[in-house]
Nanobody, 116 residues
Framework: QVQLVESGGGSVQAGGSLKLSCTAS????????LGWYRQVPGKERDLVSR???????ESTPSVKGRFTISQDNAKNTLYLQMNSLKTEDTAVYYC??????????WGQGTQVTISS
């Protein structure tokens, strides 16, 4: 079972906050590396924040100090808490599972729109 289900996107004013969620199967949550990526029209899909294999986190510099990645093992859920949102954060946000051996899976994406 490889389904990843994202939720929590929406439209907020600059300076506001959103919390994204990604639920996964027990197998994916326990066996794969998880992270958040985002994409805007005409640009590549880029890393936002992810857990490395050793449990540390890696984030793009533009979100450090504003976004926090976390997980709830009991709920098989990955979170992205986004604070102090900027218009530049507007994008479709995707959950990704990296399961080794080239087996990587994406969620359907959730739209985040920040207005000024």
């Amino acid at each position: 079972q490889v389904q990843l289900v994202e939720s929590g996107g929406g439209s907020v004013q600059a300076g506001g906050s959103l919390k994204l969620s990604c639920t996964a199967s027990k197998y994916i949550f326990s066996s794969c590396g998880l992270g958040w990526y985002r994409q805007v029209p005409g640009k590549e899909r880029d890393l936002v924040s992810r857990f490395s294999s050793d449990g540390t986190t890696e984030s793009t510099p533009s979100v450090k100090g504003r976004f926090t990645i976390s997980q709830d093992n009991a709920k098989n859920t990955l979170y992205l808490q986004m604070n102090s949102l900027k218009t530049e954060d507007t994008a479709v946000y995707y959950c990704r599972a990296e399961c080794g051996g080239g087996y990587n899976y994406w969620g359907q994406g959730t739209q985040v729109t920040i207005s000024s």
